[in-house]
């Protein structure tokens, strides 16, 4: 899925303005730099369900120098079957994960993200693959994110719903359910399932 060059421009404006606020010098700059953040808003807004209002205060909630988001998610096996949660936002079926916090390493954030979603307790073994979201198929989003796959071993716990979820359950390569394209998609799913049989297999990155 290609995405659209106004949301390529938007972020780029946003980039620019959020970078330039940081390290303004003077009141002039400042005025400059809050003109180009929004525009970007007024891009993002006229592109989305998302009012004016909205698109402003997501990036007026910006701040420091801009770099990409980090997404993790928990690629865990069992019996040949992969683990997926149910999305309550959408009804829709994922890998389990989210954002990292800071202050957390990248294996401890796979970690918490897989026990918050299904209630099992893991190991992060191996970071299977570390992609630009942008170039794997997945739907438009607001920011640059970064997605970081890791392959974790179940240790303990047992399936439990959570805020975010409503379901639970480990599905085979021939009958995965309908997925939550922005978080992962059928192709992450199927390269997977591959490295699930090629345990050899180096990690990818973009």
Not at 10 to 29: T, V
Not at 192 to 206: L, Q, V
Request: a negative charge; charged letters at 25%; aromatic letters at 12%.
């Amino acid at each position: 899925m290609t995405e659209p060059q106004w949301l390529v421009w938007a972020r780029k404006l946003q980039e620019i303005s959020q970078n330039g606020l940081h390290y303004a010098g003077s009141p002039f700059d400042v005025e400059r730099y809050e003109a180009v953040r929004k525009i970007a808003a007024e891009m993002l807004a006229a592109h989305s369900n998302l009012s004016l209002d909205e698109t402003c205060a997501l990036f007026d909630a910006q701040d420091g120098h801009a770099t990409p988001k980090f997404d993790v998610r928990g690629v865990v096996f069992k019996d040949g079957k992969i683990l997926l949660v149910r999305e309550r936002s959408d009804g829709l079926w994922t890998l389990p994960g989210g954002w990292a916090d800071v202050g957390e390493p990248p294996s401890r954030a796979v970690e918490r993200e897989v026990w918050e979603e299904s209630g099992y307790e893991t190991r992060a073994v191996k970071l299977l693959a570390l992609y630009d979201r942008a170039r794997h198929g997945h739907p438009p989003h607001a920011f640059y994110i970064y997605k970081a796959f890791f392959r974790c071993e179940l240790t303990g716990g047992g399936p439990a719903l959570s805020g975010e979820t409503d379901g639970v359950a480990f599905f085979p390569a021939n009958d995965i359910p309908p997925l939550s394209v922005g978080r992962t998609t059928p192709a992450q799913i199927a390269h997977f399932f591959e490295h699930d049989r090629h345990p050899e297999w180096p990690t990818d990155f973009d």
